[in-house]
């Protein structure tokens, strides 16, 4: 049965709530504006007036609503164009739905009715904590992408862009990353060594995740800790310690040399993953195929990697994704043969600033984002298998 949302709160209330809401929002737009404290304040003070006003109209909620989204949008249209009369929208839309949330209670419908109001400000301070991390990670992300179709050699938004003016959108930072020798060589590199370290960090890294799982393995704990050291130990370091170990082998500024330095930066990626999912197979499934006359070579293909399959794709994927945005150990014991699409992203940075990193990195992102999407897939699939979710 549905909760019905409990009286409306009063007019206070909700404008200190809509005035702290208001304040945070401010602080961006007055810090990108050159005054954080200035920002703070106006964002208060409007959202804090706004609150105090609707808290007693809630029976007019939904022309009151659409007057915000009108009178944000025409006060950024004066102040900004069209760019900011969108953003003026949405934040009309956002300080309206906000404030008659608060006002009508209905931030509680969905919440356990005797928690208290510490309980309740804890439940939202900690889901406002995680959004604003997540946008945190995610704003560089979303700077890029639209970059990467820049008319212009800057690595800034133009006034064409700002006013969506087609001419400042151009697809020749794509153009010149598929038909620039240097690029394409360094995407070739990193098709080579990347699918080849995946092959050798998933057969690795699943037979020894196979091994460590047995309880009777003497030191597996510390051969684990070992495998998995990697992930662990600061990259610079490992890479200077192959190059050292690489050089004195006959190794260093080899494709078989940066293919080995990736496996083992990727298997422990394939340790973990298989090791997870081995904690819920039932063992007692091998003991009946041993039983049944098939040797251990069959009892794995034909009974145990079906399995813990979603397991292994997923460290593979995990592997491959380490190896092909990998830039640090390549320096080290790659050479000029082995230069990659991180290397070479690298060098456009350093040695000649070229916007085709952006067409390059927005790239990588779409594959990154279908390859965990991928791997999501895969662990939900898994869980279905064990009998951890339902199909």
Request: overall charge positive.
């Amino acid at each position: 049965m549905a909760l019905t949302p409990v009286e409306n709160q009063t007019p206070g209330f909700t404008a200190a709530t809509a005035a702290a809401a208001g304040a945070f929002f401010g602080l961006f737009v007055g810090t990108a504006q050159g005054s954080g404290l200035l920002g703070v304040l106006v964002g208060a003070a409007l959202l804090g007036v706004i609150g105090f006003v609707f808290a007693g109209l809630t029976d007019k909620e939904t022309p009151l609503r659409w007057l915000l989204v009108a009178v944000f949008a025409a006060a950024g249209f004066v102040l900004g164009g069209f760019v900011a009369a969108v953003i003026g929208a949405l934040f009309g839309w956002f300080a309206g739905w906000f404030v008659f949330w608060i006002a009508t209670s209905r931030y509680r419908a969905h919440l356990a009715p005797y928690l208290t109001p510490g309980q309740v400000l804890w439940h939202y301070t900690f889901r406002v904590i995680c959004g604003v991390i997540f946008v945190f990670l995610i704003t560089p992300i979303l700077v890029v992408m639209p970059l990467s179709f820049n008319a212009q050699d800057f690595f800034t938004f133009t006034p064409e862009m700002l006013r969506f003016d087609p001419e400042g959108y151009s697809l020749k930072h794509y153009r010149d990353f598929f038909t620039n020798d240097d690029w394409q060589q360094a995407l070739w590199n990193s098709v080579k060594i990347a699918p080849m370290a995946t092959l050798l960090s998933v057969g690795f890294g699943t037979l020894a995740a196979i091994g460590l799982s047995q309880p009777h393995v003497p030191f597996r704990r510390a051969i684990m800790a070992i495998l998995i050291s990697p992930m662990i130990v600061p990259l610079i370091i490992s890479a200077a310690g192959m190059y050292f170990f690489y050089s004195r082998i006959g190794l260093q500024g080899t494709y078989f040399g940066v293919v080995l330095a990736h496996a083992a930066l990727g298997i422990p990626f394939v340790i973990i993953t298989v090791t997870a999912t081995l904690v819920g197979f039932d063992r007692s499934l091998t003991r009946a195929a041993a039983n049944m006359g098939a040797g251990p070579v069959t009892t794995f293909f034909r009974v145990q990697m079906p399995l813990i399959l979603p397991g292994v794709i997923s460290g593979g994927l995990f592997a491959f994704i380490t190896s092909f945005d990998e830039v640090v150990v390549v320096l080290f014991v790659g050479s000029a043969g082995q230069k990659t699409l991180p290397w070479q992203m690298f060098i456009g940075l350093r040695e000649q600033i070229s916007p085709t990193i952006l067409a390059v990195a927005t790239i990588l992102v779409v594959i990154s984002i279908g390859l965990l999407t991928t791997v999501e897939m895969l662990r939900r699939r898994s869980e279905r298998l064990r009998g951890m979710s339902p199909s």
